[in-house]
């Protein structure tokens, strides 16, 4: 689209058209499920898309993530949260925009480009959801600069049980975790995220 051609960074794009989810558990709460493309610029990722699913939860907890750990960079507005209406179509079009305004700033931050969260959020595992909560929990607390180099190192060294097991757990067969995984001696670490989705 008009200008999203960057020299440096991450091209992202959300599709237009969410998808309602019912949440697990006995409420039956929905959600908004966004669809969140990235393609790279000059290579700095191992695909050439990621496909990641994502809830508002999500882009929340990254933003409080961010202002935790990079003190002094300017963040650009998250959307505000809404209790009521929040299905709505037009607050649902209006939050897209937001949103993909939001990543699109974050993404062409030369100091954010090669951050863990950023890449965490936009290209964690199959897109469930499930390889961001795993990944998620194996953060350091902020301010451990150096426990993010083994954070990272432990994510690269587990990608791929964290991913078979989280495939394991929630009904994929051993057949679709294997075609879908990490080849072991990929050196990135930046986990699965085939385009399939249902």
């Known amino acids: 689209g008009e200008g999203g051609r960057y020299d440096m960074g991450l091209e992202v794009h959300i599709d237009p058209n969410p998808k309602e989810k019912d949440e697990e558990g ?9 669809t ?3 393609r790279a610029r000059n290579g700095s990722l191992s695909r050439s898309e990621v496909v990641a699913y994502r809830r508002f939860s999500d882009f929340d907890w990254l933003h409080q993530r961010l202002r935790q750990v990079y003190h002094g960079i300017l963040l650009p507005p998250l959307p505000q949260k809404r ?5 709505d179509p037009d607050f649902v079009r209006e939050r897209i925009h937001a949103l993909t305004r939001y990543i699109t700033h974050l993404a062409r931050h030369p100091r954010l480009i ?10 964690a595992s199959h897109g469930t959801g499930r390889g961001l909560q795993a990944a998620k929990s194996i953060m350091p607390a902020a301010g451990q600069v150096g426990g ?3 954070a990272v190192s432990r ?3 587990s990608g ?5 097991r989280y495939s394991t757990d929630y009904g994929s ?8 995984s990490p080849s072991p001696n990929s050196s990135t670490g930046s986990g699965g995220g085939g385009a399939g989705g249902g």
Not at 173 to 180: F, L, M, V, Y
């Open 36 to 38: 969140v493309y990235t």
């Open 114 to 123: 090669g951050s863990f969260e950023l890449e965490v959020m936009l290209c």
């Open 173 to 180: 067969t051993d057949a679709e975790a294997d075609s879908r």
């Open 155 to 157: 994510i690269s060294e």
């Open 148 to 150: 993010l180099e083994e």
């Open 26 to 34: 006995p409420l039956k709460t929905k959600y908004m499920e966004y």
């Open 83 to 87: 209790a009521r209406g929040n299905h």
């Open 160 to 164: 791929q049980d964290v991913t078979e």
